[in-house]
């Protein structure tokens, strides 16, 4: 079993809607970053949060440290929005960092 | 200006020959990675460098080896090709090498025939 997982994995919604993307993780964790994959393939980091809540734009990304647990919400979704969300946990082995990477959540925004 | 390139963005090539990846970034970071995504997409770790000194280095086979000339630098290496060494693979970057955001590269295919 995956350190990190993610639902749903697959999301299809309107344009307007308000989306909610999940993550849930079982170590302690450092750091948990939110990347956004385009179709093209290219990768771009959108959030790196260790407590609390963060914003830009129309993307929102809150943790629960307790929990275990982040959220990514998209408000009024628009199709330039469709890509794959992945979630991603920082934490120390010996020392050592290790990021896990959870399988990613694929939107697709209709217009 | 693109913060990290990659070069080559394609790279078609038969089992058992060396190929190299290069990954170059202008934003000063002092810590650059190398991602494997494979054909689930799932992204997995493989290598870390911070100042040119090698910090994470996963389980990966000895047939890959990084080379980090100076801190804007980290290219990647790899001998005697296997089939499943086909992969996309990306270079990110991140200023110091506990906890920030990482800046990725448009990654390379690899397709190894």
């Known amino acids: 079993k995956n350190e990190v997982e993610q639902s749903p994995q697959n999301l299809t919604a309107q344009e307007g809607e308000f989306i909610t993307i999940n993550c849930s993780y079982s170590?302690?964790?450092?750091?948990l970053h939110w990347l956004q994959q385009h179709p093209g393939g290219g990768i771009v980091s959108l959030f790196m949060?260790?407590?609390g809540k963060k914003k830009h734009g129309r993307l929102i990304a809150t943790i629960n440290i307790q929990e275990k647990h982040s959220s990514l919400h998209i408000t009024a979704s628009h199709p330039r929005d469709s890509a794959v969300y992945i979630c991603?946990?920082?934490?120390?082995?010996?020392?050592?960092?290790?990021?896990?990477f959870g399988q990613g959540t694929r939107l697709t925004i209709n217009p | 200006d693109t913060a990290v390139s990659q070069t080559p963005k394609y790279l078609v090539t038969q089992m058992g020959n060396d190929k190299s990846i290069k990954c170059e970034q202008n934003?000063?970071?002092?810590?650059m990675y190398w991602y494997k995504q494979d054909s689930k997409k799932f992204l997995k770790i493989m290598f870390s460098?911070?100042?040119?000194?090698?910090?994470i280095n996963e389980t990966v086979p000895n047939r890959f080896s990084p080379k980090s000339p100076d801190k804007a630098h980290l290219n990647l290496h790899i001998n005697s090709l296997e089939l499943g060494d086909s992969a996309v693979y990306f270079c990110?970057?991140?200023?110091?090498?506990?906890?920030?955001?990482?800046?990725f590269g448009a990654g390379t295919r690899l397709s190894v025939l």
């Open positions: 934003l000063g970071h002092d810590t």
């Open positions: 949060l260790s407590s």
């Open positions: 170590v302690g964790i450092s750091a």
């Open positions: 990110a970057s991140s200023q110091g090498w506990r906890d920030s955001g990482r800046y």
């Open positions: 991603a946990v920082s934490f120390y082995v010996q020392g050592a960092q290790k990021l896990v």
């Open positions: 460098y911070n100042n040119k000194e090698l910090i």
